[in-house]
């Protein structure tokens, strides 16, 4: 405890000297003996996606398509061209006015433990629900979550994997963040 903290690069060199392969089976043996001393249940699992915003000037790409007779830089131009240095990225949307160029991480969390039981990374541009599937439980039953706005006023529902809806709440403050459907 009176031990000074590692620098923070310390973790950023000790993940890239493992890399993402051992990274991964690590990370599956700790869930696996989890499961096995019943600290993992996946009875209920939650998923989830954030954006992972890949480190490169958009609006640079953006003008050198411009420049190159394009009306815009998309992803299909993304595609065709070699205008963004990360080739692999590409765009996508949580709403009308929230964008990115880049990935999408996707995240189970087993609900009675709150522990992340699986994490996928995918383009940006792939469907939530395709990127679900990567990370959904074999057995127990998967949650998702959705945000949306009518009439000025804030609606959250629950789904199961079925489309069977859960639960559902109305909120007439605006949320924090611009992940709701307009």
Same mark, same amino acid.
């Given at each position: 405890?009176?031990?000074? &903290?590692?620098?923070?690069? %310390?973790? /950023? ?5 493992? #890399? %993402? ?9 700790? @869930?696996?003996?989890? =499961? ?8 209920? &699992?939650?998923?989830?996606? %954030? ?17 190159? *007779?394009?009306?815009?830089? @998309? ?11 990360? $080739?692999?990225?590409?765009? #996508?949307?949580?709403? $009308?006015? $929230?964008?990115?160029? #880049?990935? $999408?991480? %996707? ?14 990374? &995918? ?15 074999? +057995? *127990?039953?998967?949650?998702?979550? /959705?945000?949306?706005? !009518?009439? @000025? !006023? ?7 994997? *079925? ?12 949320? +924090?963040?611009? @992940? /709701?459907? =307009?």
């Amino acid at each position: 405890m009176s031990e000074k &903290t590692p620098d923070y690069s %310390t973790f /950023c060199k000790f993940r890239k000297a493992l #890399g %993402t392969k051992r990274m991964g089976q690590i990370f599956d043996e700790i @869930n696996r003996q989890l =499961r096995a001393n019943g600290m993992l249940k996946d009875v209920f &699992t939650f998923v989830d996606a %954030t954006a992972l915003t890949s480190k490169l000037n958009v609006w640079e790409e953006r003008d050198k398509a411009i420049q190159a *007779g394009y009306e815009k830089f @998309n992803n299909e131009v993304a595609e065709k061209e070699n205008f963004a240095s990360d $080739k692999d990225a590409r765009f #996508g949307a949580k709403s $009308k006015n $929230k964008y990115w160029f #880049g990935f $999408k991480e %996707t995240n189970s969390v087993d609900m009675q433990s709150g522990l992340i039981n699986k994490v996928a990374v &995918t383009l940006a541009n792939v469907p939530d629900s395709e990127a679900g599937k990567r990370v959904l439980p074999r +057995h *127990g039953i998967p949650l998702f979550l /959705c945000c949306f706005e !009518r009439e @000025n !006023r804030i609606f959250y529902a629950c789904f199961d994997s *079925g489309d069977f809806l859960i639960g559902f709440l109305c909120d007439i403050q605006q949320p +924090h963040d611009d @992940n /709701c459907v =307009r």
